[in-house]
């Protein structure tokens, strides 16, 4: 079962781990973006919650769990925050350089530290917080008359 809830600034959703929540989530994300007319950074945006959802998939749900996404926009600072929480156990690091990297994995943290403002993670009991944030136009995502 998929949990969602939504607040003016604050949507979240609950996925078990699955394959089709990454496409799942995107949407969810999405439909936000686009509730806040915040789209100018929506391609930044997706393909970060994708990189943090996959990463969760493969690395930080264990098997029968799923993940937590959440998504805060702060009209006054103008600062879109992407959280991704998991219930597993493992450390999150970048792959140490782009060059010589044959193998598939180790790129998704690169892109969202390119893409994003921010990014970090943060720790929670069973396991972690992987988020990333955007600077906004809060005049462009039609939030300072709501």
Do not use: Y
Not at 81 to 93: K, P
Not at 124 to 146: D, Q, Y
Request: aromatic fraction near 6%.
């Amino acid at each position: 079962m998929n949990e969602t809830t939504q607040l003016p600034h604050f949507r979240e959703v609950f996925h078990r781990r699955e394959r089709r929540s990454v496409p799942l989530v995107r949407q969810f994300v999405r439909a936000a973006l686009v509730d806040w007319a915040c789209d100018a950074r929506a391609d930044d945006v997706l393909l970060c919650v994708s990189e943090l959802v996959t990463n969760a998939l493969l690395h930080g749900v264990p098997p029968g769990r799923g993940f937590r996404l959440r998504l805060h926009l702060e009209p006054a600072d103008g600062i879109l925050r992407v959280e991704v929480h998991d219930s597993g156990g493992g450390a999150v690091r970048l792959a140490d350089s782009w060059a010589g990297r044959e193998e598939e994995g180790s790129r998704g943290l690169r892109l969202v530290a390119a893409l994003a403002d921010k990014w970090g993670v943060g720790e929670r009991e069973p396991g972690k917080v992987v988020w990333c944030e955007f600077a906004v136009s809060v005049g462009a995502c039609g939030l300072a008359t709501r």
